[in-house]
């Protein structure tokens, strides 16, 4: 099976065009009708669903970015009533609050669907059995696996992520062919395959489908080695539906957009102009299938570029670059959405500490480590060393219970932390992606 | 009046004791005890100095992080089950030790310890009352 919906997979260009345009008008009619706050936006800028004929009319639309989704938090941007809404899940916000999106039933099988073809773009068809050990909850990545794979046919192991031995254990006795995680939760793995003793051959795993996180080639190459598969890189993100809004093919010269479900733009981040194809700046994505959360222009500040020439594997799916960077300060560790300034407002919170911080990321064997350095103040000084370890463990929890995930944090002296005059430098990222 | 410690928060990276006591000696402060507790992320400078006051100013005003706090000196007999005798009397009266540290006596034949205790003045008391010799402040600054 080389796709699984090879109508829209391969669809001429010409007709994407056309089906982009019929859903495109319908979405902008739904959300001025039925979203008060994109209502509002498109008054400010003097435009009624009416202007917008076609794909060609998307620069006239407003912007939506991660801090509108904030303002209207919970539910405020969602098209529907919340009794149409299935299901809920959040990922991280700028500050405090989650950013939260909703599904309705056909979202979740509009979702199942884009999984389903990237889930395909491995090589998987529904003999495989793949270990879902992205993370099930609140994140999108388990649950938006579980659904591609089970629409797939496929027989899904929902281990979701951690305890590394049994998922090994399992990979070897299930005989699972697809894996689903983190590229450097794959790395991880591997070396546990390694230390366990098990050699490639007893394992059945033929490819993985790996996201969440950036994974440049050369990290790819050394999955796509310690593993003895092939490694596909996929992107998403829980705004636009989750996993699934993009997948490599075994071509492996970017990821084919799901262009039937969502419209992608490259724009400079700076002066806002839509660039043309081929170069680089801001990925921006209008959703035009999506009923619980439609999403207009959407600033997903990740950097990448589009290339629409065709695909030596069939497919006629605009290709996006592998994301180069960011056009914010946020960070990916673990998979999980990390911005400096949770940081800052869990020192606010506490009082005592100072909000002079700085962040260092590293890569030690395969897993994202991240230290928090903080500034000593003559509050929380003591001359007891038991007393400050416990202020260093409230820190450490209060963050750990902010990002949900596991940190290091070191008091330094005070002022010891480089202050700058514009932006401050929060940052230092040892890790070589 | 108790002694007064003085105690500093260092990162444990090199150079920052060599700091410390640069500053201490310029301005003519003198060092009469001194500990340093260690963890694998920081340490804690502790400081019996002969003018505690002005010892702490210029450390603040030098970016340091510091503490003043009351601490108990005692000179215990330079002989073996010394210091036990003074330990075993804080047990027996319920003072709890947080730490404690010995520093060197000019006296021959007694050992000078610094101890802090939960309750300074149930400590200096009990210990006084059974015979052990608990120092002034100014003793200890002068040493």
């Known amino acids: 099976m080389l796709y699984w919906n090879q109508s829209r997979e391969c669809m001429p260009r010409e007709e994407m065009q056309k089906l982009q345009n019929e859903r495109l008008i319908k979405t902008v009619k739904r959300v001025y009708h039925n979203v008060p706050y994109y209502r509002a936006r498109m008054q400010e800028k003097g435009i009624e669903p009416g202007d917008i004929k076609g794909i060609e009319d998307l620069p006239k639309l407003p912007f939506t ?11 405020g941007t969602f098209a529907v009533p919340l009794s149409e809404i299935v299901r809920i899940h959040a990922s991280s916000g700028t500050t405090g ?114 996201g969440a996180e950036p994974c440049s080639d050369a990290m790819r190459n050394e999955i796509e080695r310690k593993l003895g598969i092939l490694a596909i890189d996929i992107y998403g993100l829980s705004e636009v539906i989750g996993p699934g809004v993009a997948s490599e093919c075994p071509c492996k010269c970017g990821l084919h957009i799901q262009e039937d479900h969502f419209i992608p733009e490259i724009i400079d981040p700076e002066t806002e102009e839509v660039l043309p194809p081929g170069s680089q700046g801001e990925l921006v994505f209008t959703t035009i299938t999506k009923e619980g959360l439609p999403l207009i222009r959407y600033r997903t500040r990740d950097v990448s570029s589009l290339e629409y020439s065709p695909c030596a594997c069939g497919r006629t799916l605009v290709r996006m670059s592998k994301v180069t960077g960011r056009t914010d300060d946020m960070l990916i560790i673990r998979g999980v959405n990390v911005f400096p300034s949770q940081i800052e ?28 350095w903080v500034e000593m103040t003559s509050t929380m000084f003591s001359d007891e060393v038991k007393r400050i370890e416990d202020i260093e463990k409230n820190i450490r929890k209060r963050i750990e219970d902010t990002l949900g995930l596991s940190v290091q944090v070191k008091l330094v002296e005070p002022k010891s932390i480089e202050r700058s005059q514009g932006k401050a430098k929060r940052v230092i990222d040892k890790r070589k992606i | ?58 450390l603040r005003d030098n970016g340091f992080t510091t503490s003043v706090t009351s601490v108990t000196a005692i000179g215990v007999k330079d002989q073996p089950g010394g210091l036990a005798a003074a330990l075993r009397i804080l047990n027996d009266a319920g003072v709890e030790i947080e730490y404690m540290y010995a520093f060197v006596s000019k006296k021959e034949d007694e050992a000078l310890v610094i101890l802090k205790t939960g309750e300074p003045e149930k400590a200096e008391e009990v210990l006084s009352s059974n015979g052990i010799n608990v120092l002034t402040a100014e003793e200890v600054y002068d040493l």
């Open chain 1, 97 to 210: 609050k989650k950013t939260v999106v909703g599904y309705t039933r056909s979202d979740i099988e509009r979702w199942s669907e884009v999984m389903a073809r990237t889930l395909v773009s491995a090589g998987a068809t529904k003999e495989s059995v793949i270990q879902v050990a992205y993370g099930y909850g609140l994140f999108t990545g388990g649950l938006g696996a579980h659904y591609g794979a089970e629409k797939l046919g496929a027989s899904v192991i929902p281990i979701s992520g951690g305890n590394t031995r049994l998922q090994v254990e399992i990979m070897k006795d299930f005989g699972t062919t697809i894996l689903a995680c983190t590229p450097s939760y794959a790395l991880y793995m591997a070396e546990e395959i390694e230390e366990a003793g098990i050699k490639l051959s007893e394992l059945k795993l033929k490819a993985g489908v790996f």
């Open chain 1, 345 to 372: 407002s869990v020192l606010l919170e506490m009082g005592d500490t100072a909000p002079h911080y700085l962040i260092i990321v590293d890569r030690v064997s395969n897993l994202d480590v991240m230290e928090v």
């Open chain 1, 65 to 75: 970015y991660k801090q509108d989704l904030r303002d209207n938090y919970p539910f």
């Open chain 2, 1 to 58: 009046m108790f002694v007064k410690q003085i105690s500093i928060f260092l990162e444990n990276k090199s150079g920052r004791l060599a700091e410390v006591t640069t500053i201490l000696g310029d301005n003519v402060i003198d060092i009469s005890a001194l500990s340093l507790a260690d963890t694998t992320n920081f340490g804690i400078l502790r400081l019996i100095v002969n003018n505690p006051v002005r010892a702490e100013e210029v």
